[in-house]
């Protein structure tokens, strides 16, 4: 875990917090690592954990199926972001979605309930911690509610402008790179993937974007 010890400082949990008390709240969290390859699920729907996940290395996405096996997915984290956090802080809340290695992934796992009680040899981080892991819960929020302005509008075209004019806000530049191929893509913005590949060769036609794989520039920013 050493090697990772960086990374895991500049996550957002641990925001403001000395590097040199990082291992020993490592330790004082129960912090476990764990290899995923891709595909394999990291939490189903109905399992339960008191435990929220770290991504070190590749990523990880959630997933929703419908009754017929249809996929939508909600969100994707890369190495330094954090996932699971609401289900760790309410055990007996079950997943309702399938957390899923989207590549080969390394993942820590930290319990929530050591951060949320007062912890025995009254580290004087746990503060700092709870007040970080209720940031990143209410940045959590904030995504699913972008996803829906997203996904709620009517066309594919303005879907694909809602999504990709974000993710140029986030980035703080007209050219960006997204986590998602193209059928994920689809899967996030819940639209047919033909529909969406040709709806974008259209955008890059008439001149207001462009794109290989998924690194994406804004051209004509009127558009959006």
């Not at 500049?10 to 390859?37: K, T, V």
């Not at 796992?109 to 940031?135: E, K, M």
């Not at 959590?140 to 806000?169: C, G, P």
């Not at 191929?181 to 047919?192: F, G, H, M, N």
């Amino acid at each position: 875990m050493d090697r990772y010890l960086p990374l895991i400082g500049r996550s957002a949990l641990f925001h403001d917090i000395d590097a040199a008390d990082l291992e020993a709240m490592l330790h004082c969290l129960g912090a476990r690592q764990r290899s995923y390859p891709k595909g394999a699920a990291v939490f189903r729907v109905g399992d339960r954990t008191t435990a929220m996940g770290v991504v070190l290395e590749g990523s990880v996405r959630l997933e929703k199926e419908d009754y017929w096996g249809n996929r939508s997915i909600l969100a994707s984290f890369g190495p330094g972001q954090s996932f699971a956090e609401v289900y760790a802080c309410e055990p007996d809340l079950a997943f309702d979605i399938n957390v899923v290695a989207a590549e080969d992934a390394v993942v820590l796992f930290l319990d929530v309930g050591r951060i949320t009680s007062l912890c025995p040899s009254s580290c004087t981080f746990h503060a700092r911690l709870i007040r970080n892991l209720l940031g990143i819960i209410a940045k959590r929020t904030h995504a699913l509610t972008r996803k829906i302005e997203h996904t709620a509008k009517r066309t594919t075209r303005a879907k694909l402008l809602s999504y990709l004019s974000d993710q140029a806000e986030r980035a703080g530049s007209s050219r960006f790179a997204i986590p998602f191929d193209r059928q994920e893509l689809a899967d996030y913005l819940s639209v047919d993937r033909s529909a969406m590949s040709a709806e974008l060769s259209r955008m890059k036609k008439d001149g207001i974007i462009d794109y290989n794989k998924n690194h994406f520039e804004i051209v004509r920013r009127s558009a959006l």
